[in-house]
């Protein structure tokens, strides 16, 4: 790291484009035929602390907001903090979490007339909800809302649950291709269970570990740490489509750390990708800090059918 430069600095300077990624170590579907067609593309997200504004993609970053439009505020009489007192009746405001840009993630397909997707959550635990924040997503054109946009800083949540906190981070939209983990087809991943197991024996690395990824991201396969839960839609009945997941985990060491997030003291021809290690340097600014449960996640799913883009999530931990 270049002297007189913190973590966030270069989290700064490396959010400008996509991430530079180790190939996949082996031919997924020339191993495992039976995998063949279940590659998703996925655009990783890889959140760092900084300083992004109203005008970049961000996670926990400020927003782009309408000034006619009044913040969100949640009432809702169960959500409470663990281990404090009750929240009482004054509203709560809602805080960032995500904000990005059709610019930025060109596989993700924005609603006609939109190209700016936002994502903010009550800070707060909700008990008829999964027990998680509560959370709330707009499609925009960012032109409109820009020629109008609200210049002074939103309200603060008067009280809230840190593990729902995100710090500011930029973003650095990085398309992949990843297989499923939880999402394999029923019965398969007892059928190549042994196979997977013969596959790590021999080459040294895991195909969960290469193949499939549990960080922030949009679309590809949800990071569930649980057994799959996938909604279907309430209007018309069909599965609901992955649109992002908000996860409390990224990767610091493994097939899916940046080639230039390594250890500058790893000896890259030595040393696999599966087995390269972070930038201790860097690692403070890795993720939006939030532990969301015990290193899950909260998924966001859309219908692309019924009218308005109908969206509802998942969470698990």
Same mark, same amino acid.
């Given at each position: 790291m270049p002297s007189g430069h913190t973590p966030q600095d270069i989290a700064h300077a490396r959010s400008t484009g996509p991430r530079p990624l180790a190939p996949m170590p082996f031919e997924v579907e020339a191993v495992f035929p039976e995998l063949t067609g279940t590659a998703r593309e996925v655009t990783l997200l890889y959140p760092r602390a900084g /300083?992004?504004?109203?005008?970049?993609?961000?996670?926990?970053?400020?927003?782009? +907001?309408?000034?006619?439009?009044?913040?969100?505020?949640? #009432?809702?009489?169960?959500? !409470?903090?663990?281990?404090? #007192?009750?929240?009482?009746?004054?509203?709560?405001?809602?805080?960032?979490?995500?904000?990005?840009?059709? %610019?930025?993630?060109?596989?993700?397909?924005?609603?006609?007339?939109?190209? *700016? *997707?936002?994502? *903010? +959550?009550c800070p707060l635990v909700h008990m008829d909800d999964q027990y998680a924040a509560n959370p709330r997503l707009h499609w925009r054109s960012s032109a409109l809302t820009a020629a109008d946009a609200a210049a002074e800083q939103p309200p603060r949540p008067h009280t809230a649950e840190e593990d729902f906190l995100p710090r500011p981070c930029t973003v650095s939209p990085t398309p992949a291709v990843e297989y499923p983990n939880w999402d394999l087809p029923e019965g398969l991943g007892e059928l190549l269970d042994e196979r997977f197991e013969a596959l790590k024996e021999e080459r040294g690395y895991d195909y969960f570990e290469v193949a499939t990824t549990r960080q922030s991201k949009v679309g590809g396969y949800p990071g569930w740490t649980q057994p799959p839960d996938w909604p279907d839609c309430a209007g018309c009945g069909t599965r609901m489509e992955h649109l992002l997941s908000v996860t409390a985990t990224?990767?610091?060491?493994? %097939? +899916?750390?940046? *080639?230039?997030?390594?250890?500058?003291?790893?000896?890259?021809?030595?040393?696999?990708? +599966? /087995? #390269?290690? #972070?930038?201790?340097?860097?690692?403070?600014?890795?993720?939006?800090?939030?532990?969301?449960?015990?290193?899950?996640?909260? !998924?966001?799913?859309?219908?692309r059918v019924c009218p308005n883009t109908p969206y509802t999530h998942r969470f698990d931990c």
């Open positions: /300083q992004p504004g109203p005008g970049d993609s961000s996670i926990g970053g400020p927003l782009l +907001w309408p000034t006619d439009e009044p913040w969100p505020m949640c #009432a809702e009489p169960d959500h !409470y903090k663990p281990l404090s #007192a009750p929240v009482g009746p004054e509203p709560v405001a809602m805080v960032p979490v995500v904000q990005l840009y059709a %610019r930025d993630v060109p596989g993700l397909e924005f609603p006609a007339g939109t190209d *700016l *997707l936002q994502i *903010l +959550w990224e990767p610091g060491m493994g %097939r +899916w750390l940046p *080639l230039d997030d390594r250890d500058p003291r790893q000896d890259e021809a030595a040393v696999p990708s +599966w /087995q #390269a290690e #972070a930038d201790p340097a860097a690692l403070d600014a890795f993720g939006h800090d939030m532990c969301l449960g015990d290193l899950g996640g909260v !998924y966001f799913f859309i219908c």
